[in-house]
DNA sequence: GTGTAAGCTTGATCCAGGTCAACCGAAATG
DNA sequence: CATTTCGGTTGACCTGGATCAAGCTTACAC
């Protein structure tokens, strides 16, 4: 449901550290720039880091001064309310950005932790917020990005106020599934790279609710499920499910 | 929960059509302005619009190309389903803004209605946009602005997906007692713009459940309920609601 | 390898909130 | 002023998903 890129293939071959040769620039931050600025675009990213699963990129309330732009891997973000509980508010792949929420107060308000071992660029913000005073594009294209965010936002809180149980996880499989697509993999065979339970946190459903639907889904056969492995054996099936009224 | 800014009192006194002396200025976009830069602003804002109740200021899909603040009333925004269910995805109120969402596709996304007569400022995105490469200020206000955006929409997340039916009303009534408080209303009573339905779907309940939770929480002396006018008599009563458990 | 813990599945039961329905009051309309 | 309509309240009942519990599978530690 709440698209995050679209944009076509990437062949993950050679990396090099400048911005200006990552093949992932255009799902990050800037295209259509020209050379020069295209050269200006390396100054911005300060440092590159690996995580290790499990690791947390940040913490609600570090200090805010960098944005994050995934090269690899997959992390989430989730809030703690102090009793406790835990909101996952989002999963991020690679080519996607992390702690656009830390600039309103200069403080991070979520944990970032990796999936998986992932691989991320710093971009400091103040260096961004300068660079894209001069590069028109730049600015442009990040004002799209939190706005995008926003939207995307708008469709989870679709999804949590008004979808039943199979209607939310059906919108969950579909959105990974067009998102892994943009990334040039199988739109239609992935690994899980996060628990039920946190399927469960982020969709407003306990883990066994989430286990049932994707037992029933199987059943049904709109999807074969083993663990963490998931092939989509009819789309259109999932589809039909959010359709048509609860 | 979801603060959406925190600025001290305003005198509503007079009100003249420039931007650098309109009294919600703090609470819209710019701050910490030279005199000079004050003066450009107003270049800014090309047009005032007043809405009747019922109005709307935009519609999902009409294309974007301004952002609006509101100069008095109240809005609320929401997203359709193509099978009707609708979702409420916020309430705004004097001194804050619309359609930043539209900003990501250069369409709006969601509707915006007014919930009583309102008045707005037209601030065109592309003259928002340079002024903000020239004034830093004003380029960071506005980043701050989008940021604090989606922070309040994860706490609507956050709403949705761990809370109980009684804990969300609390939530929401102590979040527009505090945004009426920071604009120099009274944080202890206050006419409610919207209906039941419209709560109900905002925080993801029928309005059958909305008037339950009224009804008991003036059982309990928490507030005191007549139709749209709220008296909070016992904040720490609703907030204790919130914090142990559910 | 073997043991242990973490994650997943499935069943049985329960309850918060949805649904359906009746009624009431306020405010808009003629 | 009478009438209709819209929004709100309250009750009775029902159900989707939560909760509790048991067993299973996979992955990691030793």
């Known amino acids: 449901m709440p698209p995050q890129s679209a944009t076509s293939t990437i062949s993950l071959s050679v990396i090099k550290t400048a911005c200006s040769n990552c093949n992932l620039r255009e799902l990050c931050l800037p295209f259509g720039l020209s050379l020069d600025e295209l050269e ?9 880091r690996r995580l290790k699963r499990g690791e947390h990129l940040y913490r609600s309330g570090m200090p805010f001064d960098a944005i994050y732009a995934i090269r690899s891997g997959f992390f989430k973000t989730d809030v703690l309310l102090e009793d406790g509980r835990e909101q996952v508010t989002g999963f991020q792949m690679a080519g996607e950005l992390l702690g656009l929420d830390g600039i309103s107060s200069e403080h991070h ?8 071992d992932s691989e991320i660029c710093a971009i400091p913000f103040s260096r961004l917020e300068s ?4 590069i ?16 995307r936002d708008h469709g989870v809180m679709m999804l949590l106020g008004t979808m039943r149980a199979e209607e939310r996880l059906a919108a969950f499989l579909l959105n990974l599934s ?57 789309v259109n099936g999932l589809k039909a499910l959010m359709n048509h009224r609860a």
Chains 1, 2 share one sequence.
Request: aromatic residues 10%; charged residues 30%; hydrophobic residues 40%.
């Open 40 to 48: 200006r675009l390396d100054d911005l990213v300060s440092t590159r």
């Open 109 to 116: 308000t979520c944990n970032a932790v990796a999936l998986e």
């Open 131 to 134: 660079l894209s005073r001069e």
């Open 136 to 151: 028109h594009t730049l600015q442009h294209h990040f004002h799209k990005v939190m706005s995008r965010e926003i939207v």
């Open 178 to 234: 067009q998102r892994f697509t943009a990334r040039g993999f199988s739109h239609a065979e992935f690994y899980l790279r996060m628990t039920r339970e946190e399927i469960g946190s982020y969709l407003g459903l306990k883990l066994e609710t989430v286990s049932r639907a994707f037992s029933k889904f199987q059943e049904e056969g709109f999807i074969a499920v083993q663990q963490k492995h998931i092939r989509i054996l009819d």
